[in-house]
């Protein structure tokens, strides 16, 4: 097999970008790299290669990619160019000498990128204010708000790899920006000059401590009840979680949660998970392990930047385990629309998550929506939005003053949930029981195939619409197409739905999967709960091979 070999046209483009960087460091890096190519080893040509094929595209929500030297990574030269793109794009809306508010988390990077954002918008004409510190998400969303900002950047990965970091956008309603935003910023990051030539200025203020204090005392004010007794275990995941959830705790009257010593501090390298998702097998072993050792009520995991939320409870053989998003975000909801005194209340999930809410707003009199997948649709639902959330552990509790996952916000209105409920000497389990009598046996999964070359998700799509499948689980299937607004394929039988899109995050197909089994009393939910487990793991195996998983 041929040896990849250095092109001109790869190392002028390489010296191009060294002499336009703007931070040492990252030259240095770059030639490095450049000369080991032009050494001849072998690794270092598609290494570079890799590197220089960027920009780093600016999705829906912002930017995210590996902390390297070069267009296609994150570094100081990339956050320069795009934040110049940024300020010409709120310029062109009218922004033009507005707040905006920059954030940050405590991945590597996250600082200096945090710095060259403010920098740039400073000598930009518009009125910075960053963060004190390493901040969660949520505290970015609702400073946007509160403090009436134009918009406000948020630097994090969320809880990608330890490599990675990110940019994340919000507009001046406080929420993740939407089409067609992101491409008129890629123009106009595209049009930007090179980042030594990129106006920035130093002496960006810095808010105290109040704007975290005006968002935890809006975070106390989400319990709905008066119980209070209960022993919470938590995790933040290295991440930026740990004294907020704290503070939001004991400000709203619980006693302070005993967290998992090992991952309560921030730290970039993620030392003890392999993956720092809640979401990922094992990464929650730590904290459930600590819920057995002190008898706890509710175990509570955040991300990283703490704007995802997942909740362990007790299972009914005494063993600790995570509940899963559909989980959690039926049970905020029941007790979001049991005790709002909002007129007309909304809540909202998105076309992947169960369809449980829907019949839970029914029963209340509620509105109902489904979006794309995405807080940015989420967050947009409609007038009167009192919750949301997402079946990958994103719930949004307080959409008034946080349009976004809000992972601390979650956990207090859950722990108000589980007080109430332990006051009355019942669990969240016995909470999803309740639901599943009055509404039916939902359970939801997942099958994803990961791909080695992306052009495979198309064609598996494109084979997908030109034959899709006349029955799934032995009932007569209904497909909707819902291109153009989305790649996505939904195909509907009697008490089952599967959704197929391709994944925005990870080279992979995902389908997800639900199966509803009516209860006819609760002495038939033990039944129907086996009943839709089975017809669940064989609507699995027969998704799998139809996506040749």
Request: glycine letters at 10%.
């Given at each position: 097999?041929?040896?990849?070999?250095?092109?001109?046209?790869?190392?002028?483009?390489?010296?191009?970008?060294?002499?336009?960087?703007?931070?040492?460091?990252?030259?240095?890096?770059?030639?490095?790299?450049?000369?080991?190519?032009?050494?001849?080893?072998?690794?270092?040509?598609?290494?570079?290669?890799?590197?220089?094929?960027?920009?780093?595209?600016?999705?829906?929500?912002?930017?995210?990619?590996?902390?390297?030297?070069?267009?296609?990574?994150?570094?100081?030269?990339?956050?320069?160019?795009?934040?110049?793109?940024?300020?010409?794009?709120?310029?062109?809306?009218?922004?033009?000498?507005?707040?905006?508010?920059?954030?940050?988390?405590?991945?590597?990077?996250?600082?200096?990128?945090?710095?060259?954002?403010?920098?740039?918008?400073?000598?930009?004409?518009?009125?910075?204010?960053?963060?004190?510190?390493?901040?969660?998400?949520?505290?970015?969303?609702?400073?946007?708000?509160?403090?009436?900002?134009?918009?406000?950047?948020?630097?994090?990965?969320?809880?990608?790899?330890?490599?990675?970091?990110?940019?994340?956008?919000?507009?001046?309603?406080?929420?993740?920006?939407?089409?067609?935003?992101?491409?008129?910023?890629e123009a106009a990051i595209e049009a930007a000059p090179a980042a030594v030539s990129v106006p920035r200025a130093p002496g960006v203020a810095e808010l105290g401590d109040e704007l975290v204090?005006?968002?935890?005392?809006?975070?106390?004010?989400?319990?709905?009840?008066?119980?209070?007794?209960?022993?919470?275990?938590?995790?933040?995941?290295?991440?930026?979680?740990?004294?907020?959830?704290?503070?939001?705790?004991?400000?709203?009257?619980?006693?302070?949660?005993?967290?998992?010593?090992?991952?309560?501090?921030?730290?970039?390298?993620?030392?003890?998970?392999?993956?720092?998702?809640?979401?990922?097998?094992?990464?929650?072993?730590?904290?459930?392990?600590?819920?057995?050792?002190?008898?706890?009520?509710?175990?509570?995991?955040?991300?990283?930047?703490?704007?995802?939320?997942?909740?362990?409870?007790?299972?009914?053989?005494?063993?600790?385990?995570?509940?899963?998003?559909?989980?959690?975000?039926?049970?905020?909801?029941?007790?979001?629309?049991?005790?709002?005194?909002?007129?007309?209340?909304?809540?909202?999930?998105?076309?992947?998550?169960?369809?449980?809410?829907?019949?839970?707003?029914?029963?209340?009199?509620?509105?109902?929506?489904?979006?794309?997948?995405?807080?940015?649709?989420?967050?947009?639902?409609?007038?009167?939005?009192?919750?949301?959330?997402?079946?990958?552990?994103?719930?949004?509790?307080?959409?008034?003053?946080?349009?976004?996952?809000?992972?601390?916000?979650?956990?207090?209105?859950?722990?108000?949930?589980?007080?109430?409920?332990?006051?009355?000497?019942?669990?969240?389990?016995?909470?999803?029981?309740?639901?599943?009598?009055?509404?039916?046996?939902?359970?939801?999964?997942?099958?994803?195939?990961?791909?080695?070359?992306?052009?495979?998700?198309?064609?598996?799509?494109?084979?997908?619409?030109?034959?899709?499948?006349?029955?799934?689980?032995?009932?007569?299937?209904?497909?909707?197409?819902?291109?153009?607004?989305?790649?996505?394929?939904?195909?509907?039988?009697?008490?089952?739905?599967?959704?197929?899109?391709?994944?925005?995050?990870?080279?992979?197909?995902?389908?997800?999967?639900?199966?509803?089994?009516?209860?006819?009393?609760?002495?038939?939910?033990?039944?129907?709960?086996?009943?839709?487990?089975?017809?669940?793991?064989?609507?699995?195996?027969?998704?799998?091979?139809?996506?040749?998983?």
């Amino acid at each position: 097999m041929r040896e990849p070999r250095l092109t001109p046209a790869l190392r002028d483009a390489t010296f191009r970008w060294i002499a336009d960087d703007v931070d040492p460091e990252s030259r240095a890096e770059l030639q490095s790299v450049l000369a080991a190519a032009m050494g001849g080893d072998p690794a270092a040509v598609p290494d570079l290669g890799d590197r220089m094929a960027g920009p780093l595209r600016f999705g829906t929500a912002g930017l995210r990619g590996p902390v390297r030297a070069g267009p296609n990574g994150m570094n100081v030269a990339v956050v320069v160019r795009t934040t110049a793109g940024v300020a010409e794009w709120l310029r062109r809306h009218g922004h033009a000498g507005g707040t905006v508010v920059v954030g940050r988390d405590a991945r590597h990077g996250s600082a200096a990128f945090a710095a060259a954002a403010a920098e740039v918008l400073t000598a930009a004409g518009f009125a910075v204010r960053t963060l004190p510190g390493p901040q969660p998400t949520p505290v970015l969303a609702f400073a946007v708000r509160h403090l009436g900002a134009v918009a406000g950047i948020q630097i994090t990965a969320s809880h990608n790899p330890p490599a990675d970091n990110g940019y994340k956008l919000y507009d001046s309603t406080g929420a993740q920006i939407v089409p067609p935003a992101d491409t008129e910023i890629e123009a106009a990051i595209e049009a930007a000059p090179a980042a030594v030539s990129v106006p920035r200025a130093p002496g960006v203020a810095e808010l105290g401590d109040e704007l975290v204090a005006a968002y935890l005392a809006t975070v106390a004010t989400l319990p709905r009840g008066t119980a209070r007794a209960l022993r919470v275990v938590a995790t933040a995941l290295h991440g930026v979680g740990a004294e907020p959830l704290t503070r939001a705790l004991t400000t709203a009257g619980f006693d302070p949660p005993r967290l998992v010593a090992e991952q309560a501090d921030p730290d970039p390298d993620f030392p003890t998970v392999a993956f720092p998702n809640p979401e990922e097998p094992g990464a929650t072993d730590l904290l459930l392990a600590l819920a057995e050792a002190e008898d706890a009520d509710l175990a509570v995991a955040l991300d990283p930047d703490a704007d995802r939320c997942a909740l362990g409870v007790r299972d009914r053989d005494g063993r600790w385990r995570m509940l899963g998003g559909d989980e959690t975000g039926v049970l905020l909801g029941e007790h979001v629309l049991s005790t709002t005194g909002a007129p007309d209340p909304l809540v909202a999930t998105t076309i992947v998550s169960s369809s449980l809410l829907a019949d839970i707003a029914a029963a209340h009199g509620a509105r109902y929506a489904e979006t794309l997948t995405g807080f940015k649709w989420l967050a947009r639902a409609g007038e009167g939005l009192v919750f949301a959330y997402e079946e990958a552990i994103g719930l949004c509790v307080n959409p008034e003053f946080v349009r976004d996952k809000d992972g601390i916000g979650a956990a207090v209105l859950a722990a108000d949930l589980a007080a109430t409920l332990r006051e009355r000497g019942r669990t969240l389990l016995d909470a999803l029981d309740d639901l599943a009598v009055r509404h039916g046996v939902h359970r939801t999964g997942q099958v994803a195939l990961r791909v080695d070359r992306l052009d495979r998700i198309g064609e598996l799509m494109t084979a997908l619409r030109s034959r899709p499948p006349a029955t799934l689980g032995g009932a007569g299937t209904e497909v909707d197409d819902l291109l153009p607004d989305a790649d996505v394929l939904r195909m509907r039988g009697e008490g089952l739905r599967v959704v197929v899109r391709p994944s925005g995050t990870e080279p992979k197909l995902k389908a997800y999967l639900e199966v509803t089994e009516p209860v006819a009393d609760p002495a038939g939910l033990a039944a129907a709960t086996a009943a839709a487990e089975r017809r669940l793991a064989d609507l699995t195996a027969e998704v799998r091979a139809l996506l040749g998983a």
